[in-house]
């Protein structure tokens, strides 16, 4: 069968989207801004990355994700009743985790769902700059290798039996960091090698193969956002 | 190659992949700031654990910006995964003002590069500015921690520890950027890759 | 066309440089260059796609010219509009994370109408069969599919001069195959394709001509018939690899070494799946001849490399059960008795020097014994060296090292010898003969036909 490329490919909303939608959650649902006030946008914006990982079909992922939430709130909820150091202590840490949980969601959301291509384009359509935007691309590009790296460290410190023998905590530390910086240094030479023989330079204009426009689910989110914004002003200044 | 000044791919890849690497350490450090103690000594670890691959980006950068950039970038990072915006404010300034101190020393210097890492480094401070300044605002929204807690923690974090984090944060900085510099000696330029 | 004119460059870190090269390469030629490893020929086709003078510091004198334009005059990305490159490490050479949207990454940088780069991608992926490959995450891709994909890329882009930087490295016989048939289809083209390379023979078909390098310096041309001509030894003695294209499946070793005992290591009820995936694979039993040089044969992607893990224990969730005579060796114990040397050497080297390396695989650490392991493996001069700063390999023999050290029996390698020229392939298989010597048991995964011809004494083929 004949390939044909579909530009048309792309996830539920804009990378532009996604990165109000994630500005609004660290400001609300981390930040905390507004508090009793902002309830309803609050629950909101808690549940929204998993309705969107819905929409990625990844059920297992939404699944856990509630899981977790549910869990800690319910647990640091039944804690907080003349708890003692350590009940506070473990209370705290799975408040901290509903408060970070879900926008940790949508950030690993918007990263498995955004293509590096469609995210320089639609940056660049903002105007922000490539000084700001190439870094952030290879950093997205990065958080794997590095995972994949360590990974290999790590099983091979086990392999030859010296991740317990390491006679100091420095030296745990030393032979975990320095092949892993070094084996990235090397890999981010390659690759900027690669990259710039194939054109990229800074401050360019670039074309795109995706379409990116906003769309009606993106339409939906943008006045959420702004609502949230709105309703905090009102509450904040007015009230 | 030619330095003309101007940032280019190179520049700004290298800073993407330094970034990552430091954001995975105090990500894997951060983990463990749920404990409350550690919560304080975070301006502890961060800035000594971080030295390393940052004294290793410090031997790529020639040119002005690359500090900052990666400055914004962590700060951003940080609001993101839930510290505060003041990490963000605060590490654009910092990031700003290293810049000129590692250029000082024409982007070779030692000990400039030492400084500059411990003062690029404070927006791991500012990561408190939320329990100083306004901890009433703070608290209210953790009330259900039990007075004890909140008593324990703000009793840790009384107003004038903030200048005290300040220079716990610069003073580790100093020695994590002295760390790095050994290490850098000891392997990278050992090996042939710094 | 490409020009070279009297051109010596030398890196500012590196040994390898160029001394007075001078070369006319014509449209549409193919031309090889080869050259054990060290002879300055990856630094040779960095000047014609212009990584040298731009993106690698040194002293380059003479002039280089593509097309009429000097490289050293005008920008990286002006000249990336005419010469595109695919590089050795598929790991490293891709700025996107996703297939599709690699492919359109050259035409992207410069402005191209999408509707043409789509149109351009259409082709390229109908013409070479890349659909199943199309819309994946490269961190899933084999290396052999991220070869293909940096080749598709390239082709993609409306180039006039491709080169290719020990393209094959990584590939076994199906990767170089698909390989040979891009480059066929370029040569179709009327593009001038420039490969640095020490496996050859697949260019056969298409080269036009072939320099032999050293040193730094040209040392001589050959007409596409005469280096055609030339015998596996003449090869070999050039420091090529003379592998004619064969599936080391199919690879007898005929190096005359006999087994003279029958002891055998026995493997049994190795299974291992991914998280929720189909199993990998499913050994229910296995019989490993012991005291032997074994290589492990098979395509990539059939798990081989996954096999080594499990069999030295490294994978947690894989339980299974070796018997090397009446000792039964359960995970943990089969991870203190074999030693892996992993194909990324660079990830299990930690100290600052190849004598502390060797040291702290040892029981008790004994400097005379490390000094004499050292000695054996030709490292002795190397002793006080950062492990990092060594040949890659002189890594490996530093691996090696540390695990004769550890005084494990049974050792495994993981594609020991992809990107290494006929020397050093021997120096490996001598080292592996050495192994065998000393009575341990010596398990390689790997595609190097000439490897298993010189150096195993039995193969098992994978599934």
């Known amino acids: 069968m004949e390939y044909r490329l579909d530009r048309n490919v792309h996830s539920l909303l804009d990378p532009r ?41 990844e059920w297992k992922a ?21 708890p003692t150091a350590w009940e506070s202590a473990l209370a705290l840490m799975l408040y901290i985790i509903t408060k970070i949980l879900p926008t940790v969601i949508l950030a690993r959301y918007i990263v498995k769902t955004t293509k590096v291509s469609e995210f320089l384009a639609a940056m660049n359509r903002m105007h922000v700059t490539d000084k700001l935007t190439i870094p952030i691309s290879v950093i997205f590009r990065f958080f794997p290798t590095v995972a994949e790296e360590s990974r290999a460290i790590n099983d091979a410190m086990r392999m030859r039996g010296i991740e317990m023998g390491a006679k100091k905590a420095t030296e745990a530390v030393e032979y975990r960091m320095v092949p892993l910086i070094a084996s990235c240094s090397i890999i981010g030479e390659e690759l900027s090698a690669a990259a710039m023989t194939r054109g990229l330079d800074v401050g360019k204009k670039r074309s795109c193969i995706w379409k990116i426009r906003f769309r009606f689910p993106d339409l939906i989110i943008i006045v959420l956002c702004l609502t949230c914004f709105v309703w905090w002003g009102i509450g904040r200044f007015f009230i | 190659m030619k330095n003309d000044g101007r940032l280019n791919a190179k520049d700004l890849i290298n800073v993407g992949i330094y970034t990552a690497i430091c954001a995975v350490i105090c990500c894997v450090v951060a983990m463990t700031g749920v404990i409350p103690i550690m919560m304080v000594l975070l301006v502890v670890f961060v800035p000594i654990l971080t030295g390393i691959p940052y004294m290793m980006f410090l031997t790529k950068v020639r040119k002005f910006g690359m500090i900052l950039i990666l400055n914004v970038l962590m700060g951003a990072l940080m609001w993101v995964t839930g510290m505060s915006y003041y990490a963000l404010i605060v590490g654009t300034v910092s990031g700003l003002i290293a810049e000129f101190i590692y250029r000082a020393g024409s982007y070779r210097s030692k000990w400039c590069g030492i400084i500059a890492y411990a003062v690029s480094g404070i927006y791991c401070w500012a990561n408190y500015f939320g329990i100083f300044f306004n901890a009433e605002a703070y608290f209210s929204t953790r009330q259900n921690f039990g007075q004890e807690y909140i008593d324990a923690v703000t009793g840790m974090l009384p107003v004038w520890m903030c200048p005290v984090l300040l220079a716990v944060d610069l003073i580790c900085g100093v020695i994590g950027g002295w760390i790095g510099t050994k290490v850098l000696k000891k392997h990278f330029e050992k090996a042939g890759i710094a | 066309m490409i020009c070279f004119d009297n051109v010596s460059f030398q890196y500012t870190k590196d040994q390898e440089s160029l001394k007075g090269i001078s070369l006319t390469i014509g449209e549409g030629d193919v031309v090889l260059v080869c050259g054990p490893s060290g002879c300055g020929k990856s630094t040779l086709i960095r000047c014609v796609n212009g990584l040298i003078p731009h993106f690698y510091e040194g002293n380059l004198t003479g002039s280089v010219t593509v ?25 490293s050479q891709f700025f996107n994370v996703d297939t599709t949207s690699e492919l359109a990454f050259g035409c992207e940088n410069f402005g191209l109408d999408p509707d043409e780069i789509e149109q351009r991608i259409d082709r390229v992926v109908n013409r070479h069969g890349l659909a199943p490959l199309m819309d994946r995450s490269i961190f899933r891709l084999s290396g052999g599919e991220k070869q293909k994909i940096a080749c598709a890329s390239i082709a993609v882009e409306p180039l006039d001069v491709i080169i290719l930087d020990e393209p094959s490295a990584n590939l076994d016989y199906q990767g170089i195959c698909e390989l040979q048939k891009m480059i066929g289809a370029w040569k179709e083209e009327h593009k001038t394709i420039l490969i640095a390379e020490h496996r050859i023979s697949y260019l056969f078909p298409y080269i036009s001509r072939a320099l032999l390098m050293n040193s730094g310096e040209i040392v ?23 592998d004619h294209m064969q599936d080391s499946a199919e690879v007898i070793p005929d190096n005359g070494e006999r087994r003279d005992t029958d002891e055998k290591l026995i493997l049994s009820d190795m299974k291992f799946s991914y998280r929720g995936e189909e199993p990998v694979f499913d050994i229910p039993r296995m019989e490993i001849p ?21 069999l030295c224990g490294m994978e947690r969730s894989c339980k299974a059960t070796l018997k090397a005579g009446d000792e039964i060796r359960k995970n943990k114990k089969r991870r203190q008795s074999i030693y892996m040397v992993m194909q990324d050497v660079n990830h299990q080297l930690f100290t600052d020097s190849v004598l502390e390396e060797v040291m702290i695989s040892q029981e008790k650490e004994d400097k005379e014994e490390a000094l004499k392991i050292l000695e054996s493996l030709d490292l002795a001069e190397y002793a006080d060296k950062h492990p990092l700063a060594l040949s890659g390999g002189q890594k490996q023999r530093v691996a090696v090292a540390s695990a004769v050290a550890s005084g494990r029996d049974i050792i495994l390698f993981d594609e020991p010898t992809s990107g290494l020229d006929y ?4 120096q490996v298989s001598e080292i592996l003969k050495d192994l065998r010597k000393t009575g341990r048991t010596v398990i390689i995964v790997t595609h190097d036909v000439e490897l298993i011809r010189n150096a195993c004494t039995c193969v098992i083929p994978f599934k």
């Open chain 3, 220 to 242: 001589k041309e050959y007409s596409a018939d005469e280096f055609r001509a030339l015998s596996e030894d003449e090869l070999h003695g050039l420091g090529l690899r003379a």
């Open chain 3, 67 to 91: 097309n009429g334009t000097d490289v050293s005059q005008t920008t990286l990305r002006k000249i990336s509009r005419h010469v595109g490159t695919v590089f050795q490490n598929p790991r």
């Open chain 1, 17 to 57: 989207t996604k990165l109000l939608l994630l500005f609004t959650s660290s400001v609300f649902v981390v930040g905390n801004a507004g508090e009793k006030w902002m309830y309803v946008f609050y629950w909101i914006l808690v549940y929204l990355p998993v309705l969107l990982l819905l929409a990625e079909k």
């Open chain 3, 423 to 426: 020397y050093h392939m021997m």
């Open chain 1, 62 to 82: 939404a699944a856990v994700a509630v899981a977790i939430y549910v869990g800690s709130f319910y647990a640091q909820m039944a804690l907080q009743h003349d």
């Open chain 3, 290 to 310: 012991a005291g032997e040089i074994v290589g492990i044969v098979g395509a990539n992607g059939a798990g081989k490399s996954t096999f080594l893990r499990c």
